[in-house]
């Protein structure tokens, strides 16, 4: 089933539990998806739909971070309920353990041992990882995998 399969039998659920919260997050997700279909003009493969949930959660964790830097504690738990319901559709993500496993394989098979590959190590990391783990944990793994 697609994501967007997904997202409209979700939201049918949602209005039939008058699931208030779930519903409007649903509704972001699915408006985003239509534009960038719109915008691309033809259907969305799954790595595309998990780039933009990836970035729908991106985007929530750092209002997060904001919002507790405020301390806007109203703020921080509807936005913490949110990244929770987008997590629901992103693939499980990894541990840093698991990261630092990869960016190890990665920086193997690339041969990449010193700073000055830095940018090439991390694209390759974060195509081999796009969507399991937050960017800026790859980030950090890989300024350690080299440092």
Known sequence: MSLKETLNNDIKTAMKAKDKETLAVLRMIKTAVQ???????????????????????????????????????????KTEAEIEIVERYLPKQLSVEEVKEVIAT????????????????????????KGKADGNVIKEQVKAHLG
């Open 35 to 77: 534009a960038a279909e719109i915008d691309k003009k033809e259907e969305l493969n799954a790595e595309e739909e998990l780039t933009i949930l990836a970035r729908e959660a991106k985007q929530r964790r750092e209002s997060l971070a904001e919002f507790v830097k405020a301390g806007r504690d109203e703020l921080v738990a």
């Open 106 to 129: 990665v920086a193997e098979k690339i041969g990449a041992t010193t700073q000055k590959e830095f940018g090439k190590l991390m694209g390759a990391v974060m195509q081999e990882l």
